[in-house]
Structure formats: structure tokens, C-alpha cells
């Protein structure tokens, strides 16, 4: 079979019996190392987007091949009720990197993650001010996941509308509005639950301030502050965890994505006595906290931490906003680069993100639109300048191409 036809096959299976909940670019990718990623084809594409930020580590990283290859030949899967190897241990790894006495739960993708932590403040609430205490604070704009109780946490309607109606007790706040947070905290809360950045909402920040006035409200208020770092965490903006370089602890964290650099894993953190309050049988999961991700799972972290890739976001991410900032200053196509670490935006001043994402596909650079006018730059934390210098060079020929008037 020629590669042409393999596509061919590919997409028209695909068509036929795979829901149609995404609409897919027209590329297959069989290979990735490092920043690279191989088509059917043999063309090779640089990753800006990283599965997603899942793949923090880069493709293909052998401590990662390795322990995974050598678990699956040894034990897949037992389930919860008994003791394996690497569960505890990725746990212990887990809350050295959080820095707080904490416990872990482990599940299979951030939407569980989530799910698990609002059954945990709900729980948490209902011992704490009865069972009248179930309500969460989450932000506008903000992503938690796919899965109903996340869905609801999301504060985007237009993901929303299709599934009314939702789980009730969540309310949506402006971000970085302390004023409106005040007033939306009442008596029935257990918890505020917000993203350190937003990601898929399109790369907005919580305010220093914010963030530490959040932390004082949720004190003052007796109400979990659950920071969502499943987009943020490992390193992405330089710290294993964003809300580090705020100087705010959360009571629970969220994490899933480059966990264990592309294998399915979540987890719930919570801290102190916080970690206790599940009790046996009232949350669970057949395949979290496996060994198979767990030791795919502990690879990561420890490769994440040895080969400083926390250092290298923050000098990439600064020389990748100087370079990204360059281009805007040339261009009526760029309005804004915001972002931190290697999480970034260019927001657009024209609604052509997919046009503009689909052109740079097609010159090997895979980069993610959000909505039609936010690219989001989200590469392996392995990116070097010359990978930055090709992305910047193929955006001034995009812009120039695609933008009337523009670069
Ligand atoms: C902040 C945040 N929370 C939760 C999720 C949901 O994660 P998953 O797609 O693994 O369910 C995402 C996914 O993008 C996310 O960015």
C-alpha cells in the first residue's frame, strides 16, 4: 500500500467508526523524538504543542521508554486492592515536589483528577458545615475538563449549552477580580478552584496579588483553595508547580498531562489533613495508581528533575516572548504574546487562528489555534533557540502570506 493510500485508509476508517468529537488536521503522525515528530511520509514537523502539554520531556525519552517496556513485561495491572510497586513511591515523589505533607490519589486524566477533587471539598464541606456545603467558585473563561461535574467547573457556556442541564453548584467569577470572588463565597462553599494560568481558555494568568488574596479569603472563609495544575504543572512555567512562584499553597492540587510524559495518569494532592478526608470506599478507580504509569510516572519526574528542563522553560520561554515580541512589533497581525514559562499565546488581531495554524502545519510546525484569533505555543520543555528561531522565521512568513496588510 502507498503512503497516500495508508492516509486514505486511515481518515476514511477513522470517518466511519470513530465519533466525530474532534475535526482532525490532515497529518498522521508514527514517530516523535524529542521535539520531532515524523509523518507517514517521513516529513519531520517540530512540535509546538507537545500532545497538549502532555509531553513535557520531549518524544520518545528513554528512561520513560525504558522503565515502561520493562513494567509491561513484568506486571500491567492488579487493580487498587492490593499493593504494587511504584504507586507509593510516585506518591512520595509527588509530595516532595509539592514541598507540603500532603497524600495522593491517583486516577487516569485531569477531568478525573478534577471530579475526584470535587468530590473531596464536597466531602471535606459536608463534615466541615453540613451537607448544605457543596458549592465550588471556579473562574470565567477557566477549563477543567470534559467529564459533567468538570464541565460545570468550566466557566466557558459555549462548551457547556449542549449537556443542560449540568451538576448544580458551581458559580463562575471573573479572574483577577477579588471583589467579585468576595461576594460569591457564601456560607455553602467548600472550595474555589481555579487554574494558576488558564490554559485552554487561552493562556491568562492569575495575578500575583490575586492569587495570595485568594488564598487569604479561602482562610479567612474556611473554603479549599484547589489550584487545577494539570496544565501548568511539571515545569511548564519553570517551577514543578506554578503556584510555587506565587508564593500560595493550595490545600488541593490537580495534575494529570506531562505527569508521566504521555502515558494516561492523573492525580488528585491534598494537603495535610486535607489528604485524609476520603476514607475507604468512597472514591476509587480500577486502573489509577498502576504500575505500569506509575513507573512510567516516576521516569518522568526524576528525568524532568535531572535534566533541569524548570530552568530551560524560563530561559526558552523569555527568549521565545523577546522573539515572539519582535514579530509583533513588525506586524498589525499580532495584538499580544502573553504567557510564562513555555506556555504562551499570540493573540491575533484578525480571527484567522486555524488558517494561520493550518499554514504553519503545512510547513512542518505544529502549533495550536484556540477559538479564532489565540495561538498557543506549547512545546516540549527540551525547546531550544533553534527551534524557536525556525517557529519565529515561519510566523513572519505566515502573517506575510495570510494577513492583508500585514508583516
Ligand atoms: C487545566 C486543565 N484541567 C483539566 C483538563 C482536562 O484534562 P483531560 O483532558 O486529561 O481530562 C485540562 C485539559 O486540557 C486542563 O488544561
Known amino acids: ?65 525504558v522503565a515502561v517496556a520493562g513494567q509491561i513485561a513484568k506486571l500491567t495491572h492488579v487493580s487498587n486492592l492490593f499493593y504494587v510497586e511504584h504507586r507509593d513511591e510516585l506518591a512520595r515523589d509527588l509530595v516532595e515536589l509539592f514541598g507540603q505533607p500532603a497524600k495522593v490519589f491517583f486516577a487516569n486524566s485531569g477531568a478525573e483528577a478534577v471530579e475526584g477533587a470535587i468530590k473531596l471539598a464536597r ?21 477543567h475538563g470534559r467529564t459533567l461535574a468538570a464541565l460545570a467547573a468550566t466557566g466557558q457556556p459555549s462548551k457547556q449549552e449542549a449537556f443542560q442541564p449540568l451538576p448544580e453548584g458551581f458559580s463562575h467569577v471573573p479572574l483577577n477580580d477579588v471583589a467579585a470572588l468576595d461576594a460569591a463565597v457564601t456560607p455553602e462553599t467548600c472550595a474555589v478552584m481555579l487554574e494558576p494560568i488558564q490554559g485552554e481558555g487561552g493562556v491568562y494568568p492569575c495575578d500575583t496579588e490575586y492569587l495570595r488574596a485568594v488564598r487569604e479569603l479561602c482562610d479567612e472563609r474556611e473554603v479549599l483553595l484547589i489550584l487545577d495544575e494539570v496544565q501548568t504543572g511539571f515545569y ?81 520561554g523569555a527568549y521565545l516572548r523577546s522573539r515572539l515580541g519582535e514579530v509583533a512589533a513588525s506586524t498589525a497581525a499580532v495584538t499580544e504574546v502573553r504567557g510564562s514559562g513555555l506556555m504562551n499565546a499570540v493573540q491575533l488581531a484578525a480571527p484567522n487562528a486555524q488558517q494561520t495554524s493550518a499554514a504553519l502545519l503545512a510547513a512542518g510546525l505544529v502549533v495550536n489555534a484556540i477559538g479564532d484569533s489565540i495561538l498557543r505555543i506549547l512545546p516540549p520543555l527540551v525547546c531550544g533557540m533553534p527551534e524557536i528561531d525556525t517557529l519565529v522565521s515561519a510566523l513572519y512568513e505566515t502573517f506575510a502570506s495570510i494577513t492583508p496588510g500585514g508583516a
Open 1 to 65: 500500500m502507498s503512503m497516500a493510500d495508508l492516509f486514505e485508509q486511515t481518515a476514511t476508517l477513522d470517518a466511519r467508526y470513530v465519533m466525530p468529537t474532534y475535526a482532525r488536521k490532515p497529518v498522521m503522525f508514527v514517530r516523535g523524538e524529542g521535539m520531532r515528530l515524523y509523518d507517514d511520509t517521513g516529513n519531520t514537523y517540530l512540535d509546538f504543542v507537545a500532545g497538549i502539554g502532555a509531553v513535557n520531556l520531549g518524544h520518545s525519552h528513554p528512561a520513560v521508554s
Open 123 to 143: 466531602r471535606w464541606g459536608h463534615a466541615r458545615r453540613g451537607r448544605g456545603c457543596f458549592r465550588i467558585v471556579t473562574a470565567e473563561r477557566s477549563f
Open 236 to 316: 511548564r512555567t519553570g517551577p514543578a508547580f506554578a503556584h510555587q512562584a506565587y508564593g500560595v499553597v493550595p490545600d488541593v492540587m490537580c495534575l494529570a498531562k506531562a505527569l508521566a510524559n504521555g502515558m494516561p495518569i492523573g492525580a488528585i494532592v491534598g494537603r495535610g489533613d486535607v489528604g485524609d478526608t476520603f476514607q475507604p470506599g468512597e472514591h476509587g478507580s480500577t486502573f489509577g495508581g498502576g504500575p505500569l504509569v506509575c513507573a512510567a510516572g516516576r521516569a518522568c519526574v526524576r528525568a524532568l528533575a535531572d535534566e533541569r528542563l524548570g530552568e530551560n522553560a524560563l530561559a526558552m
